[in-house]
């Protein structure tokens, strides 16, 4: 969802670092072949997370949710060289395609796939991550908090994606909405949370950065 004018935003695109081929290609190909392709994060979001990644420049990724694994790769280009990124996705459908690509950005080595409800893989990780993204199912969005806290330490950063969730966030919640109702309980949590400081940027729908202190 775009939040400011379309012409104003073609403007920002344009004048952000260009999209890599490889990164292209899977664009194309989740659009051609994969349902709901509006759920990659796409050129002018990746480019931000591959900044941000670059800036912190992590050890330890992980990410919740990965889909076609474009945000994945995104966040790899800032990793280090002897860095792991560990990507959970419920889909085991998508595998073959994230791996295919993963291969060939040469990162593939260092990206380990993950298949399977994130609420139970992440208790099984055994590492302390630098850098997460959250952009997977919203009604668990504040139990994933939970289980990563534990895995962070001073000055990682949590990214969290959807947090503005179309503007849902300013409506009354309709009857039934347990994402809306999801959201707005995590923007609450992440805000108030004494371990973390935090912003949120209204970027496409809604991007918060939260750093442990």
């Given amino acids: 969802m775009h939040f400011i004018p379309d012409e104003l935003d073609d403007y920002v695109v ?9 990164l292209q290609q899977l664009d194309r190909e989740t659009w051609q072949k994969i349902l ?3 759920m990659l994060s796409g050129h002018f979001q990746g480019r931000i997370l591959s900044m941000i990644s670059k800036l912190i420049n992590p050890k330890n990724i992980l990410e919740i949710g990965t889909y076609t694994g474009y945000s994945a790769l995104c966040l790899a280009e ?14 085991e459908e998508l595998y073959d395609l994230q ?3 993963f291969d060939k950005s040469g990162f593939g080595n260092q990206i380990i796939q993950h298949i399977g409800k994130a609420s139970e893989v992440i208790p099984t990780l055994q590492k302390t991550f630098d850098l997460v993204f959250i952009d997977a199912d919203k009604q668990n969005y504040p139990n994933y908090l939970e289980l ?10 949590i990214l969290s994606d959807n947090v503005l969730w179309s503007g849902k966030v300013l409506e009354p919640i309709a009857k039934g ?8 309980l ?12 935090t912003v949120l940027l209204p970027i496409r729908d809604g991007l918060t950065i939260s750093r442990v202190k």
């Avoid at 344009?14 to 490889?22: G, N, R, V, W």
């Fill in 14 to 22: 344009a004048h952000s670092q260009k999209e890599p081929e490889l």
């Fill in 36 to 38: 709901a392709p509006r």
């Fill in 78 to 91: 800032g990793m280090q060289k002897e860095g792991e990124l560990h990507t959970i996705d419920i889909n």
């Fill in 99 to 101: 791996r295919k690509y």
């Fill in 148 to 157: 990563i806290l534990p895995k962070l330490k001073k000055g990682s950063v």
């Fill in 177 to 184: 909405d347990k994402d809306t109702k999801a959201i707005l």
């Fill in 186 to 197: 995590y923007n609450k949590l992440i805000n108030e949370h004494p371990k973390l400081e």
